[in-house]
């Protein structure tokens, strides 16, 4: 018995690791990745930060062998919500323009205000005028 509340104690340091790390990932694991194709060009975004006060995050490939990714999604990229705020993305932490493969964290300043959907737009990727991504936000 004393053997068994030993090793239970010793586990709890790590239970309470694995409890607050899916506490703090849970907010955006309920936004899907979606997806966009065309021009032979795959772009997926998925969600990675989206707490308040904080900037937004979101992960994006895009995916092709036919033509040079050669795209500067920061100068392409503009994020809108329902309340008719408009957001330019303020940095990209990925691989860098060229190539056919490419992946990154898209970063935009926090939100305005108590918007319930935002729209992430990214324009002119392999002459697509717009490419739309539109997740609902949590009340």
């Known amino acids: 018995m004393r053997r068994t ?14 409890f607050n790390a899916a506490l703090h990932a849970a ?4 936004f899907q990745r979606l997806t966009n194709m065309g021009n032979r060009v ?3 975004v998925k969600p990675v930060q989206l707490l308040s006060g904080k ?10 062998h036919f033509v040079d990714l050669n795209y500067d999604l920061v ?3 503009e994020l809108r919500d329902d309340t008719g705020q ?7 932490q ?5 190539g056919h493969h ?5 970063v935009f300043p926090p939100l305005e205000g108590n918007p319930q959907t935002i729209t992430l737009i990214i324009r002119e990727v392999a002459g697509v005028p717009e490419r739309i991504f539109t997740w609902k936000l949590a009340p």
């Open 55 to 64: 900037p937004l995050k979101f992960l994006i490939w895009l995916n092709t």
């Open 94 to 98: 990925g691989t860098p323009p060229g």
């Open 75 to 77: 100068k392409l990229s």
């Open 5 to 18: 509340l030993l090793r239970l104690t010793k586990s709890i340091p790590l239970l309470l690791f694995f």
């Open 102 to 106: 490419r992946r990154g964290t898209l």
């Open 86 to 92: 408009r957001y330019r993305p303020v940095e990209w």
């Open 42 to 44: 795959r772009v997926d």
């Open 27 to 30: 907010p955006t694991e309920a």
